[in-house]
């Protein structure tokens, strides 16, 4: 267990659906980070959350919503998505220092089906 | 922006052998090198990684190297094992808010 936790590990969810994902850490890390990983794909980077701002929007659409309220929780809010965005999506987070600089620490994702 | 191009996207081996992937990258000012290696159903993890201003790093059994004139990175795994299984992704980034870029990744398999 790396010390980063994601909730639920699989969500199914109808395209009139709204529906959370959660992400947890107690690493004492200051900056946190959404991913995309879709089969036969390279891991995409959606969202960067440093010192709880939003730093990096990877023109990802706006049926995805992110929200970091403190260092330690990010969620990433879903509504009417659509079959392609089915995937595993990772939250990571990193220890301070320059954000792009450190290793990344990976949840366990969240496996979504959208139906 | 920055692109990874990552090579070969499997790669079988015999247990004992060497394994090498090979990655480029497009920005020239890019000056971290990490690797991850994600094991079926589980969360990529560190494995190693260079810094610009180091040509090559070692780990035990792992190894990266760095060409910046050529703008490629490889990562050699020697004497594989079983445990060696998995998919390898390299990225590359400019030390700016985290935004890694990654490769495609290879998928390693070492057969005994």
């Known amino acids: 267990e790396t010390g980063v936790t994601q909730t639920p590990r699989h969500l199914v969810m109808g395209m009139t659906n709204k529906k959370s994902l959660k992400c947890e850490q107690h690493?004492?890390?200051?900056?946190m980070y959404w991913y995309k990983q879709s089969a036969k794909k390279p891991l995409e980077l959606m969202f960067v959350?440093?010192?709880?701002?939003?730093?990096e929007n990877n023109s990802v659409p706006s049926r995805f919503s992110p929200e970091c309220p403190n260092s330690s929780h990010l969620f990433l809010h879903l509504h009417t998505l659509q079959p392609e965005d089915s995937a595993l999506y990772l939250c990571?987070?990193?220890?301070?220092?320059?954000?792009?600089?450190?290793?990344?620490?990976f949840g366990p994702g969240t496996r979504l089906t959208v139906l | 922006g920055e692109n990874v191009e990552q090579h070969p996207s499997t790669l079988s081996v015999q247990e004992g052998d060497s394994a090498v992937i090979k990655c480029t990258y497009s920005?020239?000012?890019?000056?971290?090198f990490p690797w991850y290696k994600q094991e079926l159903g589980k969360r990529p993890q560190l494995i190693i990684d260079?810094?610009?201003?180091?040509g090559e790093k070692k780990d035990q059994r792992i190894a990266v190297t760095l060409n910046k004139t050529a703008k490629h990175f490889s990562l050699h795994i020697t004497e594989t094992q079983p445990e060696d299984s998995a998919v390898y992704f390299c990225?590359?980034?400019?030390?700016?808010?985290?935004?890694?870029?990654f490769g495609a990744g290879t998928q390693v398999v070492v057969t005994p």
């Open positions: 990571a987070s990193s220890p301070p220092g320059l954000a792009g600089d450190n290793e990344q620490f």
């Open positions: 690493l004492g890390h200051n900056a």
């Open positions: 959350y440093s010192l709880e701002e939003r730093v």
């Open positions: 920005d020239s000012a890019s000056n971290y």
């Open positions: 260079i810094r610009s201003n180091v």
């Open positions: 990225a590359a980034t400019i030390a700016s808010w985290g935004k890694l870029q």
